[in-house]
């Protein structure tokens, strides 16, 4: 079956600007995660979703960022006024309900000049 | 304060030279703990999960073990295909999702 798909693969923006990365998860998995992942470093954990609603947003690490998943499966991660040390992997991942493995998708490469 | 700690940063091996990786960890009551695959450019691959010590996992060349303080990657006979950054994660009992992450391991294996 489809594994967790995200796109763009690759997004290089100017300082200052709005970026919208977007995350499909795995057919009928309810949780869904967003991670950033800088070289050489695990994934650091930004969101939580268990259906539509954000069940833990305590690693998002400022109010620039935000992600939303209105219909309980596609979640767009949205980042305002990027900043150079916002260049990271972003990576999403989902997970079946009452599951504890984490399918991760490929990730998106961000690069902000 | 939970903490995972993956040793050595780097492994260089030659292809069927075997050998192990470090999962340390630090953590008020586990859950369970995760090992994953990541090759450049993707993302984390799911290997295996492990839950109480003593418990060992095996797929292919890999088998992972556990004890209540650590846990091995053990690679037999690895290929050049087994290179990558093997990744540990732990999952503590008073959490239902978090993941504590450890740096990885780099493995590269020569032919």
């Known amino acids: 079956g489809a594994g967790v798909s995200q796109t763009p693969s690759n997004k290089v923006t100017e300082k200052g600007k709005y970026v919208e990365l977007r995350c499909d998860p795995i057919?009928?998995?309810?949780?869904l995660y967003w991670y950033r992942q800088s070289l050489g470093q695990g994934p650091e954990f930004l969101i939580y979703?268990?259906?539509?609603?954000?069940?833990?947003d305590s690693g998002l690490p400022n109010d620039r960022f935000f992600a939303v998943r209105p219909e309980g499966s596609v979640s767009t991660l949205k980042i305002q006024r990027t900043e150079r040390g916002d260049s990271a992997v972003y990576l999403c991942?989902?997970?079946?309900?009452?599951?504890?493995?984490?399918?991760f998708g490929p990730g998106t490469r961000l690069t902000v000049l | 304060e939970d903490q995972v700690t993956q040793s050595p940063e780097a492994l260089r091996l030659q292809e069927g030279e075997s050998s192990s990786l470090n999962c340390s960890y630090t953590?008020?009551?586990?859950?369970?703990l995760f090992w994953y695959r990541q090759d450049p450019g993707k993302g984390p691959e799911f290997l295996f999960t492990?839950?109480?010590?003593?418990e060992e996992k095996e797929k292919e060349r890999l088998k992972a073990t556990l004890t209540k303080k650590e846990s091995f990657l053990h690679i037999t006979a690895p290929k050049p295909e087994d290179s990558a950054t093997y990744l540990c994660?732990?999952?503590?009992?008073?959490?239902?999702?978090?993941?504590?992450w450890g740096a990885g391991t780099k493995l590269i294996i020569k032919p």
């Open positions: 991942a989902s997970s079946r309900e009452g599951g504890n493995e984490q399918f």
């Open positions: 057919s009928g998995h309810t949780a």
């Open positions: 979703f268990q259906g539509t609603g954000a069940a833990d």
């Open positions: 953590v008020s009551g586990l859950r369970g």
């Open positions: 492990l839950y109480s010590a003593g």
């Open positions: 994660a732990v999952q503590a009992v008073d959490s239902n999702y978090q993941l504590i």
